[in-house]
């Protein structure tokens, strides 16, 4: 069917038709344009809106092309999108009874409610597929509730934690990313068919069945707002955009922590290159491409609310011009989802270089200073700068954690407050061991292998549940 019989004149050039056409990408559509034509025109038949026997020759061509599929289907850009290709192949097999199936129903709604349709599916996958992560990072976090490793703030040593630890703070992160994902997913499921261009139609269309027939959770309240909202797009990407994060702080860790002067990780060689010149290296590059991935999706989320900001109500062809970012970002968050889980889940953990590194430079401070308060009634400030005085010296004098004694101590407290520290060498030694220092932290969030039990045995119950859920 030739749209542009009635109104135009003369075909559109042919620069003009590429330019303007959606086909490329509406592959994306055509299974979700089928089903949405299948659903309005079951009720169109239902509701006397056109004859049962034209319903149901329309119908046995929509599903013969479901069969089909989309190769079936005239796709040269003269055609502009999906929807025309679809009406165009019905027409070639019933004739101009086809026409019938665009009664009530307008290119705007319909490609608010294919977008819908395939995102909603996109997402379920996405979703399953964060959760198997953590599910994944459940069972890593299981063989290394001891293993000791340093955490760092302003990337210098901080105070030691567990691997187990800081696995299930990553988890925590894709927690959030799937429920962001969860909850943008209740503002996708919501059906615009039946707002036809704009203000519905003043045939008695019935969108509770289109809604039920297309799995819809409700129908859009105002037609106006369903025909031009792309809210739903935005919010899907932004969540993306912080998963992406997420993966790229992983992907972050992960080639710095596989470094020689790092060393505490090592990467399979699955997810490694090599180079053409230096035949030593063995290269993270899937972590890097995944870090740089990452603002793909930031451009995309970019480009995507610059395309709706300013447009007037309602459709505006603009909105054609968001579809491909969508895709593009969720393409990539899904596959750098992926990747970067199976990167992960297979990582070889240095369990002596962590302990190594967890257990120098002073990163027990922490807890000589808590046992000063503790066992001598010190206030926290003051036993904070005998400490760091301690490690002033201990620096300058070139000695190790384990070379810091009782006689030591008392020096240094000497100095700040005038008296001896005399506290017991034991509890030094103690305080200064980077495990005793973990197992110490028995507060729920914290490292200390009971509490990360908990944190497990929590992460496992909600993964259960989502997955029941799903
Ligand atoms: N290809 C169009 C899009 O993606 C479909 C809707 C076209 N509507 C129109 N009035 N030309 O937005």
Redesign the pocket.
């Known amino acids: 069917m030739n749209l542009r019989a009635g109104r135009l004149g003369k075909k559109m050039s042919e620069d003009a038709a590429a330019f303007t056409s959606?086909l490329e990408f509406?592959e994306y559509i055509f299974e979700a344009d089928v089903e949405c034509n299948i659903a309005h025109t079951t009720m169109l038949g239902q509701e006397g809106i056109i004859d049962d026997s034209t319903a149901e020759k329309i119908l046995i061509a929509l599903k013969k092309l479901k069969e089909e599929g989309v190769d079936a289907l005239d796709m040269d850009p003269s055609v502009?999108?999906?929807?025309m290709a679809v009406e165009n192949y019905v027409t070639a097999q019933v004739g101009e009874e086809a026409g019938f199936m665009h009664t009530a129903k307008?290119?705007?709604d319909?490609?608010a409610t294919d977008l819908r349709i395939v995102l909603k599916v996109k997402l379920e996958q996405i979703q399953s597929e964060i959760l198997e992560f953590m599910e994944g990072i459940t069972q890593l976090a299981e063989e290394h509730k001891e293993t000791v490793m340093i955490g760092y703030t302003h990337l210098q040593h901080a105070q030691p934690t567990t691997f187990a630890h800081h696995l299930l703070a990553y988890a925590q992160s894709l927690k959030r990313d799937y429920e962001r994902l969860k909850d943008a997913y209740k503002r996708v499921n919501i059906n615009p068919l039946g707002s036809a261009?704009m203000t519905t139609t003043s045939f008695p269309i019935n969108r509770n069945t289109t809604t039920d027939l297309l799995g819809f959770d409700s129908f859009m309240e105002n037609s106006m707002d369903a025909v031009c909202a792309r809210d739903f797009i935005g919010e899907t990407v932004f969540a993306l955009a912080m998963m992406c994060t997420s993966l790229s702080k992983i992907c972050e860790e992960m080639v710095l922590w596989s470094t020689y002067e790092f060393g505490m990780i090592e990467i399979s060689d699955e997810f490694s290159s090599t180079s053409s010149i230096m035949p030593q290296k063995k290269n993270p590059d899937v972590a890097e491409i995944a870090r740089g991935k990452t603002a793909v999706l930031y451009g995309e989320l970019m480009t995507i609310l610059t395309i709706l900001k300013a447009l007037p109500y309602t459709?505006n062809?603009d909105?054609?011009e968001i579809?491909p970012h969508l895709w593009n970002g969720v393409e990539t968050a899904r596959a750098m989802l992926n990747i970067v889980s199976a990167m992960l889940l297979t990582v070889q953990i240095n369990k002596n270089r962590a302990l190594q590194l967890a257990g120098a430079n002073f990163a027990t401070a922490t807890d000589l200073a808590d046992v000063i308060v503790r066992e001598k009634n010190i206030p926290f400030r003051i036993s904070h700068k005998i400490v760091g005085r301690m490690v002033t010296q201990a620096i300058s004098q070139n000695l190790k954690p384990e070379d810091i004694d009782a006689a030591f101590m008392d020096k240094i407290c000497k100095e700040v407050t005038g008296n001896n520290l005399a506290l017991d060498e034991n509890l030094i030694k103690k305080s200064l061991d980077p495990l005793e220092n973990v197992k110490m932290r028995r507060v729920p969030g914290g490292p200390s292998p009971e509490m990360v039990d908990l944190a497990l045995n929590n992460l496992k119950t909600y993964l259960k549940q989502e997955k029941e859920i799903n």
């Open positions: 959606s509406d502009e999108d999906i929807h307008s290119r705007n319909q490609v261009a459709y062809r909105l054609q579809t």
